[in-house]
């Protein structure tokens, strides 16, 4: 894709939404990380039904350590994977506690050394709570950057290091947030929105639909 067509769709993105944001609620660094661990594998809406009353609980890595496995998986059993997270969760807080005071690192690698952060979640928190340009690929950003041919790559690793290398300086901040919604509400994998999408024209996708769902 040319540059000039890269920059059309962010643009287009921008202006249909100037200010995005992640769709998980939360009031801190460390409950975004808590939240995006749940997240995995699991929607927004259930994860801030679970992190609702947890968060009101247990805000801190202290307070969420007092819960115990038991008291912990109470409050996200309803949620997919709920025990190996909450052992994640819990083994995580131990470290914050431990080896950063109780707050959360601002680098990828200590991130990374996290008990169920990877790549993803790291680039979440430092984009989402820091504001460092990064771009993080969940499946609605891998579907989105191959379907629109902003970028043609068969692992996250590898669409990530791609957007970052062709998305404008400007856009970077956003990116992964416009491109989440747009996968989620109109690029959608079994059938998308291509009456209503904003940067239809710029799409590289062969088979565009002609209804929308």
């Known amino acids: 894709m040319t540059p000039q067509r890269v920059r ?5 993105l921008r202006a ?11 009031s801190s ?20 039904v679970a992190t609702r ?34 052992r994640n969760i819990l083994a995580t807080c131990k ?13 990828r690698a200590a991130l990374e050394e996290l008990p169920g952060v990877g790549r993803k979640t790291a680039n979440v928190v430092l984009n989402t709570a820091f504001g460092e340009p990064t771009i993080a690929v969940d499946t609605h950003v891998f579907r989105v950057a191959n379907r629109t041919g902003l970028v043609r790559a068969a692992t996250p690793r590898a669409v990530e290091d791609g957007l970052m290398r ?9 990116a992964h947030h416009w491109l989440i919604l747009h996968g989620r509400y109109i690029c959608k994998a ?14 590289e996708y062969q088979h565009k639909t002609n209804s929308t769902p």
């Open 53 to 86: 009353t947890l968060f009101a609980a247990a805000p801190t890595p202290q307070a969420m350590l007092q819960l115990g496995p038991g008291g912990l998986t109470g409050y996200i059993r309803h949620i997919g994977l709920f025990n190996s997270k909450a």
């Open 29 to 48: 660094p460390f409950e975004l990380l808590i939240a995006v661990m749940l997240s995995a594998q699991a929607t927004d809406r259930s994860v801030n």
């Open 95 to 107: 470290l914050l506690v431990e080896q950063y005071h109780g707050k959360v690192p601002r680098e």
């Open 166 to 174: 062709i998305v404008p300086p400007e856009f970077v901040r956003n």
């Open 8 to 12: 059309k769709i962010f643009e287009a």
């Open 16 to 26: 249909a939404n100037p200010h995005p944001k992640s769709e998980l609620l939360f």
């Open 190 to 203: 079994r059938l998308p929105a291509c009456p209503r999408c904003p940067i239809a024209r710029w799409c």
